[in-house]
T-cell receptor
Framework: ETGVTQSPTHLIKTRGQQVTLRCSSQ?????VSWYQQALGQGPQFIFQ???????GRGNFPPRFSGLQFPNYSSELNVNALELDDSALYLC?????????????FGQGTRLTVV | DQQVKQNSPSLSVQEGRISILNCDYT??????FLWYKKYPAEGPTFLIS?????DKNEDGRFTVFLNKSAKHLSLHIVPSQPGDSAVYFC???????????FGRGTQLTVWP
């Protein structure tokens, strides 16, 4: 039990649609990162938020966007969904930045784009 | 460009024996390394970490070794147990990088 919860656990969307994934961080953790894990791959960094500001971004297009709220919850929004967006989306929370500390992951949201 | 590499997609070990999982990295800016374990339908769970100022860190049955000159780390599990069967991810970060870089994972199977 990591104290990080994500919703929903599974989701099916149609190509072109928009999706919002949610994450509730571990209490007191002010940094949240989102990762995309495609089948057979390791998690790939999408972006990180620290104290509600974006604090780093991986190689993902602008249609991937996020928000972090004062209560440490966060959202990942993906617009204009493509088939290749089908993956497991993981959020991870940690205390402080830079990230030289353990990140605690949620169970993930499995997104399928058809 | 894969900066963290786990070249063995799978490893099969008998219960009670040692499991050795390997990881290589290319970025000399990495100064903190972590191992995560992942069961199906769950998120990665932190297992053990090591800072670049050390060459070994132990936690119970799990030991991580770091060879900075070779840019190589390994996770030793001894004795291996069937409950250790999972995908193991090696990850790295750096104080100026602020994110985790993951390998592709190694599926460990421990058989009785």
């Amino acid at each position: 039990e990591t104290g990080v919860t994500q919703s929903p656990t599974h989701l099916i969307k149609t190509r072109g649609q928009q999706v919002t994934l949610r994450c509730s961080s571990q209490s007191g953790h002010n940094t949240v990162s989102w990762y995309q894990q495609a089948l057979g791959q390791g998690p790939q960094f999408i972006f990180q938020y620290y104290r509600e500001e974006e604090n780093g971004r991986g190689n993902f297009p602008p249609r991937f966007s996020g928000l972090q709220f004062p209560n440490y919850s966060s959202e990942l929004n993906v617009n204009a969904l493509e088939l290749d967006d089908s993956a497991l989306y993981l959020c991870a929370s940690s205390l402080g930045t830079p990230l030289n500390t353990e990140a605690f992951f949620g169970q993930g949201t499995r997104l399928t784009v058809v | 460009d894969q900066q963290v590499k786990q070249n063995s997609p799978s490893l099969s070990v008998q219960e009670g024996r040692i499991s050795i999982l390997n990881c290589d990295y290319t970025n000399s800016m990495f100064d903190y390394f972590l191992w995560y374990k992942k069961y199906p339908a769950e998120g990665p769970t932190f297992l053990i970490s090591i800072s670049s100022i050390k060459d070994k860190n132990e936690d119970g049955r799990f030991t991580v070794f770091l060879n900075k000159s070779a840019k190589h780390l390994s996770l030793h599990i001894v004795p291996s147990q069937p409950g250790d069967s999972a995908v193991y991810f090696c990850a790295a970060s750096g104080s100026t990088l602020g994110r985790l870089y993951f390998g592709r994972g190694t599926q460990l199977t421990v058989w009785p």
